[in-house]
């Protein structure tokens, strides 16, 4: 019974994990920029959220995450990341600037709301017993139900609009793209804008079962990272996909190692791909 209340808890994890990868593969595949600050992104969404609900305001609160998140990942596209590209900057710079700014919205959180743990309660975090030893609560359900949503939707809007189909020539050929008379710049900002309004609904979730403090974000960039390259770099299905596995894989190994270990699981599945897969899941191999 213990492994199945893991399983579980591991696939309610794993949908989060899910949404916060999709979100960053898609702006890696789409523009080759390594967010490394894709993570903040996801903290400033929670704590937003956190905020607008202790003074009651859930909704306005949801909103304001996606927003936040948005305005974000516009922010470091247009402000940080454009301009070292203007400059041909080479993929460390990028890394090295997405990381300080990591690191000092980390320090801005924890001095504004706090270091520590912080949550919200609601009652669809009320664990109730569906089958003998086996405990579910309500926001399970809405986790499953809101990562489906959100991915059939990013799904039929990359296949099925004008925009969704442009965003994923810009992963391929830029420069046709601007021979057809798009701006790869305005692509861009749309890849940053979708993926990161991903990771709002996941923070969100996350206040409410887990609970948020300054420095999830980092779990948040590292899982993404590992995900995309176990689901196939370029792959969001992959990369959803190994979320979802690596949620899993953290769950189920609290019955075998101490809770301190169970996020080195993720990363031995990480390894494991990259010695024996490298192309990952859905990826395709290289040869030369």
């Not at 190692?257 to 390894?271: K, R």
Request: include cysteine; aromatic fraction near 12%; glycine fraction near 10%.
């Amino acid at each position: 019974m213990l492994f199945l209340q893991l399983l579980l808890q591991g696939i309610q994890t794993g949908a989060l994990y899910a949404l916060t990868a999709a979100g960053f593969a898609l702006i890696f595949g789409a523009t080759r920029i390594f967010h490394f600050a894709h993570g903040t992104a996801f903290t400033i969404a929670g704590y937003v959220f956190l905020a607008c609900w202790r003074i009651d305001q859930p909704v306005l609160g949801a909103l304001a995450a996606i927003a936040a998140a948005v305005l974000f990942g516009l922010g470091m596209e247009r402000f940080v990341y454009r301009p070292i590209q203007r400059h041909e900057g080479s993929f460390f710079t990028v890394f090295v600037a997405a990381f300080g700014v990591a690191v000092v919205v980390q320090n801005l959180v924890g001095m504004i709301a706090g270091r520590g743990f912080a949550s919200v309660d609601t009652s669809l975090s009320m664990a109730e017993e569906v089958l003998p030893e086996i405990f579910l609560a309500p926001i399970f359900w809405v986790a499953i139900s809101v990562a489906v949503v959100l991915f059939a939707a990013l799904s039929a809007f990359l296949t099925r609009t004008h925009a969704g189909v442009a965003l994923r020539a810009l992963a391929q050929n830029p420069d046709l793209l601007r021979a057809y008379g798009l701006s790869s710049n305005r692509l861009s900002m749309l890849a940053f804008a979708v993926g990161s309004a991903m990771v709002a609904p996941a923070a969100i979730l996350t206040a409410m079962t887990t609970g948020l403090n300054e420095a999830v974000g980092h779990h948040v960039m590292l899982i993404s990272m590992a995900a995309t390259i176990v689901g196939g770099v370029g792959s969001l299905r992959g990369a959803a996909l190994a979320g979802l596995m690596l949620g899993v894989a953290e769950s189920v190994a609290l019955q075998f190692v101490d809770t301190q270990w169970a996020e080195g699981v993720s990363f031995l599945v990480l390894f494991a791909f990259i010695i024996f897969r490298p192309s990952g899941i859905f990826g395709v191999a290289q040869t030369r």
